[in-house]
């Protein structure tokens, strides 16, 4: 679990007036490192010798601790493993959950695929446990769907942050944007389904008791190739094998289907924006995905109707994925 902004002292001290209050007093408060969400966490290492993860939700985005508490009741009950709530201070914006552990899929990927592939199938499972969710309950948590606009509105990060500095302007741009268009208008005609909306490794951890899903607040209808496209191209990158077996796991088939790839396309793309504004941030962690997305992005949007023509374009302009990762990496 990750917020984007430090902790001030002042919510510290917040915290540990709260902590006491509740019978569950800190011997130590450790501030989590974070990403983009104005939410703020910190594990909480409990006097009694166990630890929990505290939240604080600003006002600005109180309904989304509603929401994180709601999602959490309908994931457990379709058998989904997500840490138990403590505690949870609608009034001033603070919940104390089950701390899963501290190290994600992400960060014990250098186990290998022999290790990893069981753990990505587990979560191919989870993948369809969320799809099956009710739709009429997802709805109600509050979050908008992945429609069009929405898909669309996402990749604009990525063209102001990735495609603009690589040298993409002009005609060449707009006849992307135009590709991009066509995408997400592909994508979100499919039936939507409940999605996790970031199910990847950051957001997956080991837990005696089953793979545990972090970050779920954002559940909510999209395109039924979503959440797998995410698990299986954001941050780990199975190699075509190892996807081939997870995608005949999921969907009864190895072919990459039509949907799979526009999801991938969009997911892929917006994911190289998101790490690009962290860096514009301050924060360089996630810079060397941002090659790797593209590439993944790149495959699928060279085999799709709607981009082909648009990306072999920019990519006889800028040469290559990589070359238009080069200006963000210097």
């Not at 606009?149 to 707009?174: D, F, I, N, Y």
């Not at 996790?196 to 909510?220: E, I, K």
Request: charged share 25%; hydrophobic share 50%.
């Amino acid at each position: 679990m990750t917020g984007s902004h430090p902790f001030p002292p002042e919510l510290l001290a917040e915290l540990a007036a709260w902590l006491r209050a509740l019978g569950r007093p800190a011997h130590a408060l450790e501030p989590l490192a974070g990403d983009v969400s104005l939410r703020r966490y910190v594990r909480v290492r409990l006097a009694a010798g166990d630890s929990a993860i505290a939240a604080y939700y600003p006002e600005a985005i109180r309904p989304a601790q509603a929401r994180f508490e709601s999602a959490a009741a309908l994931l457990e009950r379709a058998g989904v493993r997500v840490p138990r709530r403590f505690a949870c201070d609608a009034a001033h914006g603070w919940s104390l959950v089950e701390d899963l552990g501290e190290a994600t899929l992400y960060d014990e990927r250098d186990g290998g695929w022999a290790w990893l592939e069981p753990e990505l199938a587990r979560a191919v499972d989870l993948v369809g446990r969320i799809a099956a969710l009710d739709r009429r309950a997802v709805e109600a948590l509050g979050s908008p769907p992945l429609d069009c606009a929405l898909l669309r509105r996402e990749l604009a990060q990525t063209e102001a942050l990735v495609l603009a500095p690589a040298g993409v302007a002009g005609e060449l741009a707009a006849e992307l944007a135009r590709a991009l268009d066509r995408l997400c208008a592909t994508l979100a005609a499919e039936p939507a389904v409940p999605c996790h909306r970031d199910l990847m490794a950051r957001n997956l951890v080991r837990t005696p008791a089953g793979l545990g899903v972090l970050d779920f607040q954002d559940l909510r209808l999209g395109p039924p190739g979503y959440d797998l496209a995410s698990l299986l191209n954001d941050s780990l990158f199975p190699p075509r094998e190892v996807e081939a077996r997870l995608l005949e796991r999921a969907t009864g088939s190895r072919r990459l289907r039509a949907g799979y790839r526009r999801a991938v396309a969009q997911r892929a793309l917006k994911a190289a924006g998101t790490y690009a504004a962290f860096a514009a941030r301050g924060d360089g962690r996630h810079l060397a995905l941002i090659a790797p997305t593209l590439e993944r992005a790149s495959r699928h949007l060279l085999r799709l109707a709607e981009t082909r023509a648009a990306w072999t374009a920019l990519l006889e302009s800028v040469g290559s994925p990589l070359g238009l990762a080069a200006p963000l990496l210097h």
